[in-house]
């Protein structure tokens, strides 16, 4: 990130990264702010790489329909301000299974596992939030290699910042 930019590093899964947030968040004046979810993304569709502002994000992991059922409203698609008009999905599943991908790209275009907890978040406390995802796996069996992709996501996601701050 260039400097002098606050970053707040969530970690990962929804939990922490709605705690990360929240935290980052409480008692501060938040009337100009504007929070950036920065940060990797799986394809869920062949074809899908480079840089991805989704215009929704989805709780995939969570039983909507159960909760729905006993008359209480599981919010688990949020709409995003500024977005390109795809679909990302969080869960607290690092996707790798060919069938958890398909099925998961019947409703979405990209997976991680923290956007929706910080657009939640950020809902939770009025403050707007841009999503901006770099594809750095297909969220299937090369996902594993995760960690040696982070590097090159992050100067695409750097270099983004950077300009978006000019």
């Known amino acids: 990130m260039p400097a002098g930019v606050p970053v707040v590093v969530t970690g990962v899964g929804k939990t922490a990264a709605a705690v990360a947030v929240s935290r980052a968040l409480a008692g501060r004046d938040t009337a100009d702010l504007v929070v950036l979810n920065v940060g990797t993304t799986g394809a869920l569709r062949d074809g899908l790489a480079g840089l991805y502002f989704p215009s929704t994000v989805i709780n995939h992991d969570v039983n909507g329909d159960a909760l729905r059922a006993i008359g209480l409203d599981p919010r688990e698609e949020l709409a995003v301000d500024g977005g390109d008009g795809t679909v990302l999905a969080s869960g607290d599943v690092f996707v790798t299974d060919p069938a958890v991908r398909a099925r998961l790209a019947e409703r979405a275009h990209l997976v ?42 992050a100067k695409v996601l750097g270099e983004w910042v950077a300009g978006y701050i000019r």
Do not use: N
Request: hydrophobic share 45%.
């Open 112 to 153: 991680d596992m923290e956007a929706y907890a910080v657009v939640y978040a950020c809902r939770e406390h009025g403050v707007p939030v841009r999503v901006i995802k770099h594809v750095s796996d297909a969220a299937d069996e090369s996902a594993l290699d995760w960690p040696g992709q982070v590097d090159a996501s």
